[in-house]
């Protein structure tokens, strides 16, 4: 046996907060050295006793035949426990002598489109987005529905305004009177980039701050740094440098490491979909604040950018969206 990684998904990946984890439903995949791979029911043994006392994230490790799978499971305080949210798994290979392994078969993970999730995952997503305010369609389709173009790559433009409305602040900066550095910038884009430009949000492409290059394609890296300040890190405060962006994602919950990894090495150059987007946003909301202990969803709620019980049901729709398939990398 050469390697061990996630297949299935534990069936609840969605806690409150103080109660335990549990492996029940979840599936291991072993790799032999001649190829040939087999699957294996985890087992309470293989996962030591957690109890989960943090909002957010949460890394819990799988312990099988000296390889450890980590599983990311979910807090989200004052809602149902028996949400979840889909896990990500990292493996560690190492080289082990071979053995048998007892299993029985588990479902084919869908196809995916962009870094992540299958594209009816996204466009179910996107749906959930759409009725709290947070993402819209580029137009109507034939039959007058949303059309999201979740496999269009996504402008730096779009990027930003997703940003803005993930801060709760999109309608004060449709009020924002002050002038605009920017000169590229389309009229529908003025008011948030010059916002935007106000708080420190973004400086812009060019060192006199006039150029914000819209129509451009964001990059992984580029919408990564623009989360992380939604969540409260900035470069000006020492709190991460751009270069390492990716990996400070990682470090806060926002993005895991076999995502990261699933991109290859120019990870921070790829260029983000809409669909993906879309993945990321839902990552975000439910992604713990820098030193606060409350998820961006509940600070939406908080700021009164969005109703407690829409944010209620946008997490009961991940939870059903979510548990139609498994998201893997």
Not at 209 to 229: C, G, K, M, N, S
Request: net charge negative.
């Amino acid at each position: 046996m050469v390697e061990v990684a996630l297949y299935q998904n534990p069936d609840k990946m969605f806690y409150n907060l103080d109660q335990f984890f549990t492996v029940a439903g979840a599936i291991l995949k072993a790799t032999y050295s001649d190829g040939s791979s087999e699957l294996v029911q985890v087992t309470d043994g293989m996962c030591a006793q957690t109890r989960l006392t943090q909002l957010g994230s949460i890394r819990i490790p799988i312990n099988y035949r000296g390889f450890t799978v980590y599983v990311n499971a979910t807090v989200v305080p004052n809602y149902d426990a028996g949400y979840y949210y889909p896990s990500y798994s990292e493996s560690i290979v190492a080289t082990l002598p071979p053995a048998d392994l007892i299993v029985e078969p588990a479902p084919i993970a869908p196809s995916t489109v962009g870094h992540t999730g299958s594209i009816e995952t996204q466009t179910s997503l996107a749906e959930e987005l759409r009725k709290i305010g947070m993402f819209f369609g580029t137009g109507d389709d034939i039959e007058g529905n949303p059309a999201y173009e979740l496999e269009r790559p996504l402008t730096r433009l779009e990027a930003l305004a997703i940003v803005m409305r993930l801060m709760g602040l999109e309608d004060e900066a449709q009020q924002y009177t002050g002038a605009n550095t920017f000169r590229d910038v389309p009229e529908w884009g003025e008011r948030i980039s010059a916002y935007a430009y106000s708080l420190g949000i973004t400086q812009g492409v060019n060192d006199a701050h006039t150029l914000f290059d819209p129509e451009r394609i964001v990059t992984y890296r580029e919408f990564t740094a623009f989360l992380l300040r939604v969540l409260g890190y900035f470069e000006k405060n020492g709190d991460f440098e751009y270069d390492k962006t990716i990996e400070k994602s990682v470090d806060v919950g926002l993005y895991t490491r076999p995502e990261m990894m699933k991109l290859g090495p120019e990870t921070g150059h790829n260029q983000y979909t809409r669909g993906s987007a879309v993945i990321s946003m839902v990552d975000a909301l439910l992604t713990a604040i820098k030193d606060e202990n409350s998820l961006l969803i509940q600070k939406l709620i908080a700021d009164n950018a969005i109703e407690d019980s829409a944010a209620e049901a946008f997490i009961k729709a991940v939870q059903s969206i979510y548990n139609h398939g498994v998201v893997q990398y």
